[in-house]
């Protein structure tokens, strides 16, 4: 079977390694949150560990992630549980945006969320926030939180949002339970405010373990019904797959398919998201300090209460594996389209205990694979 590529992908190879620094950084600032979402990857609690990260570790931490470029530091995204669990959390973003780190938050929709803090949070400088959204309706939504009314109080957050000007990334978690609802989300969203839509498909990790993936072929028409939103000049906002990357390989094959060049691809925005993610322009730092390679991906490479970060991205298993599409196994190590997707290794790694093994979510057959690739 080919491994080829195609030139101009080989020569655009190194725009999708990310080995001296990452495009984000994830911080799990607390476990502790309010709902008990059915698919969390945190397994995330009422309380805070007493463990979790100080206020000066974590200032220490961020000078770290300062480091990492001279002209631009990585963008921070802080997580949970939920960060305003976090009695210091506005302390700490306005030491990072002192920094010159700019920094988004993706709050719990609990009562903590209010238009107060919505205003607090666009006052010191966050330039954005990520809210999820697993149903269309409070029925569907509030049994995967496990909270009523979480519903609405997503709702009112996503306008409350609007109203402060804070932009604002929906996501959605895929799975057989959620599929079905999918385009009804999708036209609830398109009457609201929001800038991105994230579809996160299912990692068998966490609480997610209890929940049932899509199917290949599920997964295949999904991405193809994105890539009619993306495609549609009627979409009022980005539409965008999480530990689906295949998505790129539709897009790729449409482009093409309508006459595109592969010049055109790699001007293209779809470029900037290609290649393996995991570790290779992402990492994650837990609540306790642990560094992984993805929230997802919970293959720990060391922790910055002993070194720094920069160190453990750059020299620590698995991040340089994940960073040599040559390591790559089974059919994604065959792929022709491996320099821009790469599979999901967390998916990989949920399913077989290797990050390097093939993601089954992706049912691309290698035996089709373009003579052309």
Not at 175 to 184: F, G, R, Y
Request: charged share 25%.
């Amino acid at each position: 079977m080919s491994t080829q590529t195609a030139p101009v992908l080989d020569t655009f190879s190194s725009r999708f390694i990310y080995e001296k620094a990452p495009i984000l950084v994830y911080w799990e600032s607390t476990i502790a949150c309010d709902l008990a979402c059915t698919h969390c990857r945190a397994e995330a609690i009422s309380t805070a560990n007493p463990h979790q990260l100080t206020t000066d570790e974590v200032k220490a931490f961020f000078r770290d992630i300062r480091s990492f470029g001279e002209r631009r530091a990585p963008h921070l995204v802080i997580t949970g549980g939920d960060p305003l669990q976090r009695e210091d959390l506005f302390e700490l973003i306005g030491y990072a945006r002192e920094l010159g780190i700019t920094v988004s938050v993706t709050p719990a929709a609990s009562p903590r969320l209010t238009p107060e803090i919505m205003r607090r949070l666009k006052g010191a400088g966050v330039e954005s926030l990520a809210l999820s959204l697993d149903g269309s309706d409070a029925a569907g939504h509030d049994s995967r939180r496990g909270v009523p009314g979480t519903f609405k109080r997503t709702i009112d957050a996503i306008r409350n949002a609007g109203e402060v000007g804070l932009p604002l990334q929906i996501n959605t978690t895929v799975t057989q339970a959620t599929l079905e609802d999918l385009p009804k989300i999708y036209e609830l969203l398109c009457g609201l405010t929001i800038e991105r839509w994230a579809l996160f498909f299912l990692i068998s990790t966490g609480r997610g373990q209890n929940l049932a993936e899509v199917s290949p072929g599920q997964g295949e028409r999904l991405l193809n019904w994105v890539c009619d939103l993306i495609d549609s000049p009627d979409t009022p906002f980005a539409v965008k797959s999480t530990e689906a990357p295949h998505l790129r390989r539709i897009l790729y094959q449409r482009l093409h398919a309508r006459g595109g060049t592969d010049e055109q691809f790699m001007q293209s925005s779809l470029a900037r998201g290609l290649g393996i993610r995991d570790g290779n322009g992402i990492v994650f730092v837990s609540h306790l300090g642990q560094v992984f390679p993805s929230g997802f991906l919970p293959i720990e490479a060391g922790n910055i209460r002993n070194e720094s970060i920069l160190e453990i991205y750059r020299n620590r298993e698995p991040f340089v594996s994940l960073r040599n599409v040559d390591e790559l196994k089974g059919k994604c190590g065959r792929c022709a389209y491996r320099l821009m997707c790469g599979g999901a290794r967390s998916r990989a790694y949920a399913s077989t205990g290797d990050p390097m093994e093939s993601d089954q979510l992706c049912p691309y057959p290698t035996i089709f694979f373009h003579d052309r690739l």
